[in-house]
């Protein structure tokens, strides 16, 4: 249990490092999580499963009283450890947007990905200095992702740049793993020496349970549309769950080089994190 709370007040820090003011409070943490231990570990005994039922079931240790989001000292009832809840109805919100930020850094509802990938993924949500150095390397062992149809001679260094698109919004870059929303737009553009010498091909990759029961896990492979004078890849963010492009150098058969995936991070509750 005290370890859980540990790794919740981390990711906590880490989330609102630029915004300490709403931080979620560790004692309200520290109270949700101990409202759901003893369910989480009678029903599990994998401690990333008991962490993932906890998170999962965090927000229901929230009391409504006079129409009102609280959380009361269990000890004491009549003390409320929300009171900056009442007083500003911001700090509510962001602890909200906090726990959207948990479900999706710890991979609550997403069964396609192993063990060893959650775990990296958590890693990243508590060490985002470490981000870069943890890249998603496993993607080939999703069992829809298509293996390379051309021959290998990768000598191009390549890289993939994202733009995304939601309604009131303009045109944002994206990093790899940013978390966005459903009905948004996405454009990827390759970054690379004498792009002009290659085919631009995409192979695009989904996961969850959304897309799976929309039978368009697809995994495979996607030309280039020319739009200004540059090979892009349009998409869109239909279904929630975490998804994967790359991005090949081909000509004559061959591919020259190939992107690292690029994550896209479609969280199912409407989250500002693009923004950032």
């Keep these: 249990m005290q370890r859980i709370v540990q ?9 609102f490092a ?5 931080k979620p409070s560790s004692i ?6 101990a409202k759901q231990y003893q369910s989480a570990s009678s029903y599990n005994s994998d401690f990333l499963d008991i962490m993932n039922y906890i998170i999962e079931h965090l927000k229901d240790g929230i009391e409504i009283r006079n129409g009102k989001p609280c959380v009361h000292n269990p000890v004491n009832e009549e003390e409320v450890l929300s009171s900056k809840w009442d007083k500003d109805s911001s700090y509510f919100e962001f602890f909200k947007i906090w726990l959207q930020q ?19 993924y958590l890693r990243r949500s508590l060490f985002r200095d470490c981000e870069n150095q943890l890249p998603i390397t496993s993607v080939s062992l999703i069992p829809h992702h298509q293996k390379s149809k051309w021959l290998n001679l990768s000598k191009e260094e390549v890289s993939i740049k994202a733009k995304y698109l939601h309604s009131g919004f303009r045109w944002k870059e994206i990093k790899s793993g940013t978390i966005l929303n459903k009905h948004g737009d996405l454009r990827f553009e390759v970054q690379a020496k004498r792009l002009k010498d290659y085919e631009i091909w995409w192979q695009v990759t989904n996961t969850g349970k959304e897309a799976e029961n929309a039978n368009c896990l697809r995994g495979d492979f996607y030309s280039s549309e020319l739009i200004e004078g540059k090979k892009v890849r349009k998409e869109s963010t239909r279904y929630a769950g975490r998804h994967y492009v790359e991005a090949y150098l081909v000509k004559n058969g ?11 991070n479609i969280a ?9």
């Design 102 to 120: 948990l479900e999706s850094d710890f991979n609550v509802r997403n069964h396609n990905l192993s063990y060893s990938d959650k775990i990296q």
């Design 268 to 276: 199912d509750d409407f989250s500002l994190d693009f923004l950032r």
């Design 254 to 264: 061959i591919c020259y080089g190939k992107s690292s995936p690029f994550e896209v």
């Design 7 to 15: 790794i919740l007040k981390r990711h906590a820090e880490v989330c």
């Design 28 to 33: 309200i943490i520290t109270t949700l999580a």
């Design 18 to 22: 630029d915004d300490i003011e709403h």
